[in-house]
């Protein structure tokens, strides 16, 4: 069964750093992978998704997350963050030889944007 | 559309008591999932229908839990007895395709005392 890890919990940066936030996945096959994001006081919407081709996809508000195979990694990132980026975000997984169906989620990286 | 709705938002209950939480997912979808997240343990998958099938139950932590969609409008989720450690916000997510873009609920807060 896949699993994922985020190794973050909580990250706290000021406005316009830069950011990068871990995910690790644990599944020998071909996978299916995602990053969804909670603002405050709102539901989980999906930021990006990865199926195939280039590694590197870009997502809704500047985000950007790279697969890299060999790592069994699909990191997030954004160059320069705000104030409004403050959020919870879960990665996911879904391993496509076992019908796609089903959706893992890591534990989730609390961020928090200082202005 | 309205999206996925979940009622109640927020449930505060006695141990020992019986909880029914409920779900209606975006109509057309053929999908519908139910997660926990706390804190501990992030977002846990307890158990997933399709077609209103139950499909995957093997994330129900115990007897105690149990997920019905006699529909596919609506779907509940019980907790019999209802223990302390239940307390978590419950997510219900309905999806036209398996996994591949889950449309989330505004979740219920659950609290046993």
């Known amino acids: 069964a896949q699993s994922v890890s985020q190794h973050n919990h909580h990250v706290i940066l000021s406005e316009a750093a830069s950011l990068e936030l871990g995910c690790n996945y644990s599944?020998?096959?071909?996978?299916?992978l995602f990053w969804y994001v909670q603002y405050p006081g709102q539901h989980l919407q999906l930021l990006l998704k990865?199926?195939?081709?280039?590694?590197l996809v870009k997502g809704i508000k500047g985000f950007e997350a790279e697969f890299i195979k060999s790592k069994f990694s699909f990191n997030l990132r954004k160059p320069s963050v705000q104030w409004s980026d403050t959020a919870e975000y879960f990665c996911?997984?879904?391993?496509?030889?076992?019908?796609?169906?089903?959706?893992?989620f890591g534990t989730g990286t609390r961020l928090t944007i200082i202005p | 559309d309205a999206g996925v709705i979940q009622s109640p938002r927020h449930e505060v209950t006695e141990m020992g008591q019986e909880v029914t939480l409920r779900c209606k997912p975006i109509?057309?979808?053929?999908?519908l999932f139910w997660y926990r997240q706390t804190m501990m343990r992030g977002l846990e998958l307890l158990i997933y229908?399709?077609?209103?099938?139950?499909?995957?139950d093997s994330g129900m932590p115990e007897d105690r839990f149990s997920a019905k969609m006699p529909n596919a409008s609506f779907s509940t989720l019980k907790i019999q007895p209802s223990e302390p450690r239940d307390s978590a916000v419950y997510f219900c997510?309905?999806?036209?395709?398996?996994?591949?873009?889950?449309?989330f609920g505004s979740g219920t807060q659950l609290s046993v005392l």
């Open positions: 996911a997984v879904n391993a496509v030889l076992e019908g796609n169906e089903k959706l893992t």
């Open positions: 229908f399709n077609n209103n099938v139950p499909i995957d």
């Open positions: 997510a309905s999806s036209s395709w398996g996994g591949e873009k889950l449309f």
């Open positions: 599944y020998g096959g071909t996978v299916n």
């Open positions: 990865y199926f195939s081709g280039d590694p």
């Open positions: 109509s057309g979808h053929d999908y």
